[in-house]
């Protein structure tokens, strides 16, 4: 497969296989050839090659955006120049722009999507742009530093035939300080294509890993290369969106009871019989909140609302629409309790002393960036608060420092890293639905939100811990377990 050496932080390699019908449809069009992408905090430069036969050019925005109400069908840009620039957007805003080449008769000759996003006012930010036509998909991510970029990735493409035979693209960066960093990405055949990023380069390097997840459409078929048909396939994007995603993160214990460390005091002379209590649970997402106690160590979560329809009922009119919420962020944190057990001579397990971390060792935090980003943090230095060595040192803590962007179109990126224990999850929530008739500035109806509305899961990052010991070991990077996973993180039922 093919190598390249890009220098400093970051490369990641993007591979894409969509469904077999629409790999294979016959498309009148051909690819619109992508040469540039530019953005900065408020504005997006996309530039195209030339088309043979194009006497005027077409974008238009896929991804909702209720701070600017619009007719989903109205162009962004309409012109003889092949290139565009769209100013007036947020900090961080996403944008996946549908740009089109026409002939004298307005007839679809080449096409293309581009998704990119403005750079962040502040912070440290990593962004992806993705470029998908009808025949291979290229991406590439950009790092930046108080919103300017300090690495510029090099294109990686790979035809939308690809099939999942364990083939990967392998790059290397032998500039990176510490030692060649090589980053693995295999091919995942599925509707919703995904980008993996791991790291390779040291054990127990302390240094953040990255990892990308990616939703890309279709461009959807349009044999008779109409621009009506290009317009109905726009609406149909824009008419639906995502009103929250909330993303977690926890750590837990899946056994039900733990052999004590023999360092914790409380289990001397007689360790051998005492027992820390664990979380009985397995990888995936329990989110009913009557049962969460004692389901994981720890639970850190962040929510964006990025704004949800608001309905009333009346007898005589039964449900209409009010308005829609104010974008807000929040972040919650959940502790577990902490048990220690005893066995008794029958073999059954007595609690003898139970306990809980304070809030003040865990923080998650949450901020809205645009009307289509959000930024999660995650921290922990919790230790069990039953563990004490030599009588007075607190036991070691579980470490975890892990960074998030998600973004209304269904990309997340999550960098960072956490403690070799115990086991480590990370998932996302996402509820969306109907956001307008034929024009974004067009409400839903209660018939269409109750029917199409839906909350979907996707598995972020999981990570299979060690024994409660690797505690003392310093913290290792992200770097992801091998799929199958289920969306929700779980493990498949037939593996």
């Known amino acids: 497969m093919k190598s390249s050496k890009v220098s400093l932080f970051m490369l990641v390699a993007v591979l894409l296989h969509f469904s077999t019908a629409i790999a294979n449809a016959k498309e009148s069009a051909i690819p619109l050839i992508v040469s540039d992408v530019q953005s900065s905090d408020s504005t997006v430069s996309v530039d195209w090659e030339d088309t043979e036969g194009a006497v005027e050019y077409v974008a238009y925005n896929e991804v909702p955006d209720r701070a600017s109400p619009r007719s989903a069908s109205d162009p962004v840009y309409t012109g003889q120049e092949s290139r565009l620039k769209i100013t007036g957007l947020g900090s961080a805003q996403v944008v996946r722009l549908r740009v089109l080449a026409l002939d004298h008769e307005r007839t679809v000759l080449a096409r293309a999507l581009v998704r990119t ?186 929510r964006f609302d990025f704004g949800s329809p608001v309905f009333s009922y009346s007898p005589q009119w039964g449900w209409s629409f009010v308005n829609w919420t104010e974008p807000v962020a929040e972040s919650m944190e959940r502790i577990g309790e902490s048990r220690i057990y005893e066995e008794q001579a029958d073999g059954s397990m007595q609690v003898i002393e139970t306990s809980r971390a304070s809030k003040d060792d865990v923080e998650a935090g949450a901020g809205l960036q645009s009307s289509t980003t959000g930024n999660a943090s995650f921290q922990s230095s919790a230790s069990d608060p039953l563990c004490h060595i030599l009588w007075g040192i607190d036991a070691p803590e579980v470490d975890v420092d892990v960074s998030a962007t998600v973004s209304t179109d269904g990309s997340h990126h999550i960098s960072g890293s956490h403690d070799n224990a115990p086991h480590h999850q990370s998932f996302i929530q996402t509820k969306s639905g109907p956001i307008s008739g034929d024009t974004i500035a067009d409400s839903p109806t209660y018939a269409d939100y109750e029917a199409s509305s839906q909350v979907e899961f996707d598995c972020a990052y999981r990570h299979t811990g060690g024994s409660l010991e690797k505690l003392a070991l310093p913290s290792i990077a992200l770097s992801p377990d091998p799929r199958p996973w289920e969306p929700d993180c779980s493990t498949p039922t037939n593996s």
């Open 117 to 302: 996003t403005t750079t962040q006012s502040e912070g440290k930010h990593d962004r992806i742009t993705w470029i998908s036509t009808s025949r291979k998909f290229e991406a590439e991510v950009q790092t930046s530093q108080n919103g300017e970029i300090s690495t510029r990735s090099q294109r990686e493409s790979l035809s939308q035939g690809a099939e999942d035979n364990g083939d990967s693209v392998e790059i290397t960066d032998e500039n990176y300080d510490g030692g060649s960093e090589v980053y693995h990405v295999s091919v995942t055949p599925k509707q919703e294509p995904s980008t993996r990023a791991e790291r390779s380069d040291k054990q127990n390097d302390t240094r953040p890993g990255n990892e990308w997840e990616i939703q890309v459409p279709a461009l959807g078929n349009n044999t008779d290369a109409s621009l009506s048909r290009e317009r109905d396939l726009v609406r149909s994007s824009a008419a639906y969106g995502v009103y929250d995603r909330w993303i977690y993160w926890d750590f837990f214990i899946p056994q039900t009871q733990v052999p004590a460390p023999v360092l914790c005091n409380e289990t001397l002379p007689e360790f051998t019989d005492k027992y820390y209590g664990g979380d009985s649970r397995s990888f995936g997402a329990n989110l009913d909140g009557y049962r969460w106690e004692g389901d994981s160590r720890v639970q850190l979560v962040s």
